[in-house]
């Protein structure tokens, strides 16, 4: 039984940095793409940044360009995001999702693929 578990979450000031880790288990990721979404106060879920497990491409969101470093550890299982110069727009539920390796979405952008597992999130508020 695949699980995902975030951690990092919490309460950061503005211009502060955070790290959230995402713990995976239950099976082997080997062809994977692992994905981070957010979802602020009010709003709909949306792409962060993602990673190939296998050969760690990684792909970010256009306006977290800069900010925004995805990557992964496959010894531990584990995939880390850590965003920088944090505002109060990134404030928001962050979750990690698992997407099953599909030839028909080889090319595709992993913004725009199916996940077939998600974390519970973790919360992050950044005050100004």
């Known amino acids: 039984q695949v699980q995902l578990v975030e951690y990092g979450g919490g309460l950061v000031q503005a211009g502060g940095s955070l790290r959230l880790t995402c713990v995976a288990s239950g099976r082997t990721f080997s062809g994977y793409t692992m994905g981070w979404f957010r979802q602020a106060p009010g709003k709909g879920r949306e792409f962060v940044a993602a990673i190939t497990w296998s050969g760690g491409s990684t792909f970010y969101e256009d306006s977290g360009m800069g900010r925004l470093t995805i990557s992964r550890d496959t010894s531990k299982n584990t995939m880390n995001l850590r965003v920088d110069n944090l505002e109060p727009a990134d404030t928001a539920v962050y979750y990690c999702?698992?997407?099953?390796?599909?030839?028909?979405?080889?090319?595709?952008?992993?913004?725009?693929?199916?996940?077939?597992?998600w974390g519970q999130g973790t919360r992050v508020t950044v005050s100004s």
């Open positions: 999702a698992a997407a099953k390796p599909d030839p028909a979405t080889t090319m595709a952008h992993p913004a725009n693929i199916e996940y077939h597992y």
